[in-house]
């Protein structure tokens, strides 16, 4: 895990750029030429500074030259708020898929000579009243548009979306007049059902976990599993579904126990919302005595990198740099063009086939 940074007295631009360049162990004058897309910068290297960035709060601001040729188009900047904590962002034992994300998004900017200022938002602060939006609505005056990474909470989206033009990285269910860019989840979560049902899975439980801001991309996921299962024509029992309404609701540790005494009921694979949730579920259920793939599959939704010393996951791959690409370039269409319709845009995925899946356990024990 990348130790912290200190910005206690470091005041001048230079002292912050040092600071996140021996982090990442690389100059800093790599670091500078990512604030400015600079053309020979890795994307991925770039990417990762600003997510440093975005963990310390430290913000570029590029000197704008007076003498620039007033023909020229004035040069776009746009923001980047991800609602994440900064333990969840920086949890070591998983990859955090805003990487990828803001690795499409600069390259994306780049492209159209943009600049980018990405701002880590706690998901506990829900309105803009609170002191980490405070300053976020007066740079907004020096954005031309602002991306969302991840669900953000209905009254900020309701005071944003006025003011400055949105695209958001994920459908938000009541706001239907913001561009949003998402992955086809009911497509991946289809794609998961039917490989479990191709290994003789027949009673398929779905697993989420509760988040401080409502998963919208997990109820669609539920919704998708809900829609699969109905066209396979097998049966769902609110029994075997967790955490959704009006299933059985807890936090991360009950609702491990509760899918393992489902899974000793019957339940011969999981439908999980995520990876890390998938891989959580099937560390909690190995301590359980339950073995993954022997006596219960196991899939995910997301395509990260497998951690360390566990079953390499079969999952869904989502293209998250070609999703923050995609809502980068609308980005800039939009503020371009304030007034024009909203779109939606589902972008493709594809199933990774891993070691979590295998035949049920009533199936291997008849020889089948």
Not at 73 to 83: E, S
Request: hydrophobic residues 35%; glycine residues 8%.
């Amino acid at each position: 895990m990348l130790p912290p940074i200190r910005n206690k007295g470091q005041t001048s631009s230079a002292a912050n750029q040092q600071l996140i360049a021996d982090r990442l162990d690389i100059s800093r004058a790599t670091v500078s030429r990512c604030f400015t897309n600079h053309p020979g910068i890795n994307p991925v290297t770039r990417a990762r500074v600003f997510q440093i960035a975005a963990e310390t709060g430290y913000v570029h601001l590029q000197m704008r030259s007076t003498r620039s040729n007033p023909k020229k188009a004035a040069k776009k900047t746009l923001g980047v708020l991800i609602c994440s904590s900064e333990e969840e962002h920086n949890r070591p034992d998983y990859q955090n898929p805003s990487e990828q994300i803001l690795a499409g998004v600069t390259d994306c900017a780049l492209l159209n000579d943009a600049g980018v200022e990405v701002h880590l938002i706690d998901p506990v602060n829900c309105t803009l009243d609170d002191p980490a939006y405070l300053r976020i609505e007066k740079l907004c005056n020096g954005w031309d548009g602002l991306l969302l990474v991840y669900p953000f909470p209905d009254p900020v989206l309701h005071r944003l979306a006025p003011i400055i033009p949105l695209v958001s990285l994920v459908e938000q269910f009541d706001h239907t007049g913001i561009d949003c860019v998402d992955v086809d989840h009911y497509k991946g979560i289809s794609s998961a059902i039917e490989h479990l049902i191709e290994n003789g899975h027949r009673r398929i439980g779905f697993y989420t976990r509760l988040y401080e801001v409502e998963a919208s991309w997990s109820l669609r996921r539920y919704a998708g599993y809900m829609e699969e299962m109905v066209r396979a024509r097998l049966p769902v029992s609110n029994q075997d579904i967790v955490n959704v309404f009006p299933s059985h609701e807890g936090d991360d540790e009950s609702s491990i126990e509760y899918a393992a005494g489902r899974t000793r009921d019957g339940v011969t694979a999981w439908v999980c919302a995520a990876d890390h949730q998938a891989h959580d579920l099937i560390n909690g259920l190995a301590k359980r005595g339950i073995e993954v793939p022997g006596q219960v599959s196991v899939t995910g939704f997301d395509g990260i990198a497998t951690p360390d010393g566990s079953l390499d996951l079969t999952t869904i791959m989502i293209p998250f740099r070609e999703i923050g690409a995609t809502g980068t370039r609308r980005l800039i269409e939009r503020a371009d063009k304030r007034f024009g319709s909203a779109q939606h845009v589902l972008i493709d995925c594809r199933l990774r086939a891993g070691a979590t899946v295998g035949p049920p356990p009533a199936q291997k024990a008849g020889g089948g």
